[in-house]
């Protein structure tokens, strides 16, 4: 590992402000009629964000729509100031996953990486199913985006990619 | 004209819900010093949608920063029922006017001619710099969203195009 | 008009081969249950194009489906020795209306100005309603592909601008 | 692997309907003129479809060219009731290759998962050839299309990769 | 006018730096060959520039190809300043004609009015072969672009449009 | 492999003309005021391609600048015949990283699969950071252009990658 990377790590901010939003039409349609919902995967990734000293700002629960994803994920970033903002659920191939399609266009820069590396991982543990999935995370205005399955194995898996990764990602980032 | 307008302008809903946006550098850093800023293009604009029977829900002053734009624009539309944001300001061709940058990526189909009609028009009254705006306007999730320039000049010829169709335009863009 | 403008004229098919393709749910549902449907649009296409001398190749009635939409274009440009694809209907703002999106992605080049001088010359004769029209044309693999509204009165306009052009533009277009 | 994964897997179909198209202008030229041609690639992708309880429900020969491939394509989906097309040929980096640039513009959601997935497989078995791969998959409406490249050796290796997943993929993609 | 207009104007440079660079496979053929040609478009966009009191900084010509037009736009305005890069010809609807498809991944602002203002304006004079022009401009890092058809009558009628307004619109597309 | 591979291996040049551009603003920053400066990366990359039989035809330094990036590029593979161009640095995610951002829009074919393996072999390397490089490559008109991050470590992974197919890949990418 360069010297650069090395020097990075320790101007990376120790707590990262993170935003965990999970999307699922099923368990939002459930949750506005006040009926109680487990979200295991939303409940998964704030424990493992927390446990990594991170400090989870929201945590929410939204429908399989455009217009609602893009708003909470903006809420997120402006509002509630998370640095990055962490999506479940929605990234399969049926046609009411939006997560994809309702994040790319608000992305600055692509981390193609991401996607990639957590595919090939996932992919020495569950074989052909890995390619399915369309994980991704990008950047916006300096703040960084991910897209993960709705399970709660993918996410435990995409985390323990993530994090250890996530200050340092914070401070290049938001580099000028 | 053909009977299928006819048909839809009946069926059209007389009252419309519109935001207006005032996208300004200067104006949002003067407001947010609690300093009294005028906004003749945003004040124009108030007074032409309501003179014209529709019923304005939330006026705004946003940044030209692409986070805060997108932000307001999905929050009025989904939040406050908004069917129609006008954004004015931000379009021209400097580095900082950002207002269509931010726009294009969230809409579903883009209705050009709106864009092009206007600078027609434009250019019959003033001539060559006509062709310096970027005005649109486009879909999203079956609302309308239009980006206009900054000057009061321009909001008000733009909206003498807009507003006689506005009922029109909202009923067909929801149809299914 | 430049000299290369009257040569083009001169060495350009004086018949061009036509397939007229009408975009509409509705005539398509009642057609595929035997029921008679009036399709004065397309009849009136036909009627224009044979008129000016050129040969109609097909005539096809379809949904609003990106998949037939595209099949049918392709069938006729490659199976039917079409030079030329007109489609009418499907231009609008509404969700189904699909024509723009189906035809863009099987298009080589744009020809903006057909879209734009369209709407300029019919905003001079019905006003504001002409920039809601999505019209457009582009070429794809040396032919050419129009998009145009559903009504008759639009086909007529477009026709008279289209057609006195038709076979220099299959000229210039096929031109390595 | 999750419970609802499990689930899809049930209701999945067991038959799922295949067509196979070669991409090869040199076979495409010869079989025109009534030579025989071999095609071990197409043969190949044919018997191991079978082998696994699909059913091809046709096999083509296609030039390298954008109007023929995707006519094909979207013939075999919509007139041949196809729910899977797998492409072989034309997914490398020459000038002529084109399958990629006929396939992408037809897609609704790119399926990027596949092509790494086979690249990181095909690297363990051949090293660094494998990076020159343009293989791809995504889904149009409800049905799934494949891009391999055109050797048998690729073919075997991307179909040991998607047989498995296929009713899953198809039952998946269909659902609204 | 706007009074922001009227100081844009004041403020923006007298005389600005321009390079016209004429883009014919034919020309650049024979002059490759040491025979003399003609440029009569290239010679009136020169005349018509110089007597506007705006400095040509360099003239050429170029082959109808992408990274050759490319190279000579970027070296233009890196090497040579230019602060306007007008090209003229390649703009049609032939295979051959590539300067749209070079130059639109270079623009970071696409300034769609000049394109639609020149072809309503040319369709006024001769009617509908206006409308096949892909003629249009667009901004590259407070710099512009402009593309124009091939003819002297539409390079004529293009600048008559852009001299009036190149200073203000140099001085608005280098604004931070 | 297949035996198509072994006859490209075959016809392939055995000497490749490559250019090295190093791309960094302090290193430019520093050059440009008469200051020495080290570039390990770029000289890594020199050492490496000579070694392996090439030919380095020009290695410059640049600016983070999407005009300077794209005008060397193309200077490189149009003026001084590069048959290959190696950029190392702006690769990552920082906003002033804009390698990528210059790169893409001149690129005719995309070969995604390099930055896919070299992201999972550099992953086997050094863990979670790998995927937060964005190194590409890619073809334009018959020629190849890579991206590489800027470590050396990163230049010497990626080129044990390339080097051992560069001939091959020239050979197939200038195919017709």
Not at 5 to 34: C, D, F, L
Not at 87 to 98: E, F, P, Q
Not at 111 to 121: L, S
Request: net charge neutral; charged share 25%; with cysteine.
């Amino acid at each position: 590992m360069s010297a650069a990377y090395e020097e990075h790590k320790r101007m990376a901010p120790e707590r990262v402000k993170v935003t965990i939003i999970t999307v699922s039409t099923s368990r939002y349609m459930k949750a506005s009629q006040g009926i109680a919902v487990d979200d295991l995967s939303g409940s998964k990734a704030v424990e493992m964000v927390k446990e990594s000293g991170h400090k989870v700002v929201s945590r929410k629960l939204v429908n399989d729509d455009k217009e609602m994803i893009r708003l909470e994920v903006l809420r997120s970033l402006y509002d509630e100031g998370a640095d990055v903002v962490i999506l479940t659920g929605g990234t399969g191939l049926a046609k009411r996953d939006v997560t994809i399609e309702s994040v790319i266009p608000l992305l600055d820069k692509e981390m193609r990486g991401f996607g990639e590396i957590f595919r090939a991982v996932s992919y020495q543990k569950i074989g052909s199913p890995a390619y399915l999935s369309r994980a991704l995370a990008g950047t916006l205005n300096g703040k960084i985006i991910f897209c993960l399955p709705g399970s709660p194995q993918a996410v435990e898996l995409a985390l323990s990619l993530i994090l250890p990764e996530l200050s340092h990602m914070v401070y290049i980032t938001g580099v000028n």
